[in-house]
């Protein structure tokens, strides 16, 4: 089945650093999403990268995909407290996510 | 526009029981989807509709079911409850079903088995 891995699985970083969680997955994709989610709540979307796409920006968010090795990052620019939180990333196939295990990231002011 | 709204938030119920969860998604979203999250599992996928039609479902017991309703809004159902049920139950709607579009989350039902 796909799944999603995220590495490392957690990070701590001062404010105005750059934060980078890398994911990669077993089988051919649809695509491949980013999701945040604070203190067990709902999960909120970052982005979408489609199999034909590299690469995608979205404000402080870039993201990669190389299919070749099965693999994605996540690049957060210039953090801010705001953005600690734990981080999924999420493949997609038949209309079903498989989401890794989560980056915890924490952003110290 | 208001987002996804599952009902009730925080739920506790006893071994042997049953619980419904309620999910509204976004208005004109026709995909409804499940995940359950525990901190041994993590998130895990239960089933998806679209247009009242179960079009998927995860490697969960017969005791996990659920039903769209034509207005888009969705149900489960989890009969005889064991503890390791306990977990946060998430709904995801999203517009269209072509995977094109990321999900939009509710904020999750929390169920305690004691």
């Known amino acids: 089945s796909q799944q999603g891995e995220e590495d490392p699985q957690a990070l701590s970083i001062q404010e105005g650093e750059n934060a980078t969680m890398n994911c990669s997955y077993k089988?051919?994709?649809?695509?491949l999403q980013w999701y945040r989610q604070n203190s067990g709540r709902g999960l909120v979307h970052l982005i979408l990268i489609r199999s034909n796409e590299r690469e995608k920006h979205s404000g402080r968010l870039r993201v990669t995909l190389d299919t070749s090795k099965k693999s994605s990052s996540l690049l957060i620019t210039a953090s801010r407290a705001a953005d600690t939180a734990s981080y999924f990333c999420a493949t997609e196939g038949n209309n079903r996510l498989a989401f890794g295990k989560g980056n915890q990231v924490v952003v110290i002011p | 526009k208001a987002g996804v709204t599952q009902t009730p938030r925080y739920l506790i119920k006893t071994r042997g029981q049953q619980v419904t969860l309620s999910c509204s998604p976004i208005s004109g979203h026709r995909s409804v989807s499940w995940y359950q999250q525990t901190p041994g599992q993590g998130l895990q996928f239960l089933f998806e509709?679209?247009?009242?039609?179960?079009?998927n479902k995860g490697n969960f017991p017969g005791r996990f079911s659920g039903r769209q309703f034509s207005n888009s809004r969705s149900e489960m159902n989890v009969s005889t409850l064991e503890l390791g049920d306990s977990a946060l139950y998430l709904c995801a709607s999203r517009l269209g079903g072509t995977g094109l579009y990321g999900y939009t989350f509710g904020s999750g039902t929390r169920l305690t088995v004691v």
């Open positions: 089988t051919s994709i649809n695509n």
């Open positions: 509709y679209f247009s009242e039609t179960q079009r």
